[in-house]
């Protein structure tokens, strides 16, 4: 998963640095990995800062006053394919045709054919593993064909279409054509989000216009009329004119119902619907659940939330119960998401380091732990183990979405299946496993209800990692066997030492 951005000013004195900066703070809980931007100044020269890190390493005031220019793109990472390696921290960069930047949010399904086809018959230098690189080199490919000394809105549209036909998977993108304007487009089946929006500029009659992957971007930086870039849409904002066309309309249209469960901020909208208020009624689909188990044997004291995600839903939960809510955990804020952490012994010992138990909250009471979901069971265990360790006489633990069995091809960095500790278990073996008295999972068709009640225009979401069930229709077991090789903590460790030897040094 990441997070990405894009930014026109009308004003061409102004510098979109600093609200590119921001965006990314904003937006820094899609990616703790990496962190780039990239701007256009006068007479289309681009500069860029990106490296390894969160956002605040990443640049310091130096490089930003390097950053010139009224438009730019920017980009926050986690790798879900590729390396850690500094060279594929993003957006990425072609200079042939017409100087093209871009950063992507999602996963390309076909990645291995779109690679073999760039080099042999497009002819095209691919300089990483990422598949990010590959969406870059597509477009800059179809551009290239048009033979123009200079480029019209048409020839991008015609270059994107293209684009839709020849990569699978998904994609949310947002691009700059030096000098031209940026762009912002989405998958036919709107898997990854992406807003858009446009604020009155200081001076003068004209707009500023902005992409972000979530809406809280907009708000906070004052943009207004903010919208969702519609699946297989295409928006291109240039010095003149905000030109959009939807160049593909899917059936399938499925976004990722897991932005809802976890990635999303709370305070975020997505395709219609608001991000806190699913979670609210996650929580009471939930609580219906427990009630249902439980019947007259209901023991439970008192809900507590594993923070920060799942407090929405544990406090609507315990609001239907009638049980009290309590923060039993204190968090450390300056410990990035454990989920997204590489390797398996680093994201248990940060579980610790991340959240302190309070015996008083806990001492010789049965407690109902929630949480948005449980993956590898990792931060399930440590967690339940540390309530019993602060004298909790029973813990059970409530998961805010349904069982986790398979992996994600869509821009999750899901583990390896093997490494899902639901993978292939009953519920009674994940609570086994993780030390619960009891897991409770919910529904899937209640998930999809939580979501869909707020947009009922939705018709469906993509729950694979729950069903298994991929909405492109593309993935093979072949695929899925190649993933899960490349997924696993041990060979994601020999990645990222291989990246370090192979990686070009990125200059910053």
Do not use: W
């Amino acid at each position: 998963m990441c997070g990405i951005s894009a930014l026109l000013l009308a004003d061409s004195s102004q510098a979109a640095v600093s609200e590119l900066l921001e965006s990314l703070g904003l937006l820094q809980h899609r990616g703790q990995d990496a962190a780039g931007i990239v701007t256009c100044g006068h007479k289309g020269r681009l500069f860029q800062c990106k490296g390894n890190g969160m956002v605040r390493d990443v640049f310091t005031p130096q490089r930003l006053m390097a950053l010139t220019g009224n438009m730019g793109v920017a980009h926050v990472r986690y790798p879900t394919a590729g390396t850690p390696a500094d060279s594929e921290a993003q957006p990425f960069y072609v200079n042939s045709p017409y100087g093209i930047v871009m950063g992507h949010n999602g996963n390309l399904t076909n990645d291995s054919e779109l690679r073999h086809f760039l080099d042999y018959d497009a002819h095209r230098h691919i300089n990483t593993d990422s598949d990010s690189e590959l969406l870059l080199n597509i477009f800059a490919n179809n551009l290239q064909k048009t033979g123009k000394f200079r480029i019209n809105e048409q020839d991008i549209f015609s270059a994107i279409q293209s684009l839709f036909r020849e990569c699978k998977g998904a994609y949310a993108a947002t691009a700059m054509l030096a000098g031209f304007g940026i762009i912002g487009f989405r998958d036919p089946h709107g898997i990854r989000p992406l807003v858009f929006g446009r604020r009155k500029a200081l001076k003068g009659n004209g707009y500023d216009y902005m992409f972000a992957s979530e809406s809280v971007v907009l708000d906070a930086l004052d943009f207004t009329d903010i919208e969702d870039v519609l699946p297989g849409e295409v928006i291109i904002v240039s010095k003149y004119a905000v030109t959009r066309r939807r160049l593909v309309v899917e059936e399938s249209i499925a976004p990722c119902i897991f932005e809802y469960v976890y990635f999303a901020r709370p305070d975020s909208t997505i395709d219609g619907i608001p991000v806190y208020n699913a979670r609210l009624d996650m929580g009471v689909k939930l609580a219906n659940k427990v009630r249902q188990v439980m019947g007259d044997n209901m023991d439970i004291d008192v809900v507590i939330p594993v923070p920060d995600t799942s407090r929405a839903a544990a406090l609507q939960l315990s609001h239907e119960l009638g049980l009290p809510y309590r923060e039993g955990f204190n968090k450390n804020r300056y410990i990035g998401r454990t989920f997204i952490m590489p390797g398996q012994e680093m994201r248990r010992k940060n579980v610790r380091r991340k959240l302190n138990a309070m015996p008083t909250e806990f001492k010789d009471l049965n407690v109902l732990l929630v949480d948005d979901s449980i993956v590898r069971g990792t931060t399930s265990q440590e967690i339940i183990q540390m309530a019993r360790d602060v004298g909790a006489k029973k813990v059970y633990f409530a998961s805010a979405a349904p069982a986790i069995r398979f992996p994600n091809v869509y821009g999750i960095d899901m583990p390896s299946m093997k490494e899902l500790v639901a993978a292939g278990h009953s519920d009674a073996d994940v609570a086994a496993a993780i030390g619960a008295d009891y897991v409770f999972f919910q529904n899937l068709d209640d998930l999809i209800d939580s979501c869909r009640k707020f947009n009922p225009r939705i018709k469906a979401f993509d729950t694979s990692v729950f069903d298994g069930k991929y909405v492109t229709g593309d993935v093979s077991q072949e695929y899925l066997d190649k993933l899960e090789a490349r997924r696993s903590d041990t060979a994601k460790q020999k990645q990222a030492a291989d990246g370090e030897v192979i990686g070009l040094h990125n200059y910053k």
